[in-house]
């Protein structure tokens, strides 16, 4: 779906800024990431907020079933050109999601390997909020472009869910 939260969008930024590398490219990101729990941030929180709210709408669309999701992380990067997030997922996630605070033009977009070279890969679009199961497999190619590539991911869980024996 997209965003247009301009306020949201300034604040994230600011934090993002604020937090420098906290993983030092240790990460699958090769790129300056925060700290992984930024829930109480100023415009991690509003994002937050909107991402269960989406996430259990999905659920019931997709499944038939209420869910009770709750974020156990949220994180923002800060690429420039040429960085890329190594292919990984966020199992066992229910569903994951990569928020695209700006579009630099040129930038690589989210690739989901599994889809092929072609169509595996969702253009950057400003405000674009992509949900994807947490087991999908997906990255970030290396491309060229000026300034700074600025997005937030997340994990929900269902705190319903239990293991039966």
């Not at 994002?47 to 156990?72: E, F, M, Q, W």
């Not at 990569?98 to 989901?112: I, K, M, Q, T």
Request: charged share 25%.
């Amino acid at each position: 779906c997209m965003l247009n939260e301009p306020k949201m969008d300034k604040l994230i930024i600011k934090e993002i800024n604020k937090q420098g590398d906290k993983m030092q490219h240790t990460s699958n990101v090769k790129a300056q990431m925060t700290e992984w729990q930024m829930y109480e941030k100023p415009g991690f929180k509003d994002l937050a907020n909107i991402a269960k709210t989406i996430g259990n709408r999905i659920s019931k669309l997709k499944y038939n079933v209420d869910v009770s999701l709750s974020l156990r992380n949220i994180w923002g990067m800060k690429y420039k050109s040429e960085e890329i997030a190594v292919p990984h997922d966020h199992w066992p996630a229910l569903w994951s999601f990569a928020y695209y605070v700006n579009a630099p033009e040129g930038a690589s977009g989210l690739f989901f390997p599994e889809m092929g070279d072609q169509g595996g890969e969702r253009k950057l679009e400003k405000g674009l909020l992509i949900f994807f199961q947490g087991h999908i497999r997906h990255a970030v190619r290396q491309s060229k472009f000026k300034g700074y590539r600025y997005v937030v991911s997340g994990n929900l869980h269902n705190e319903r869910a239990s293991i039966e024996t």
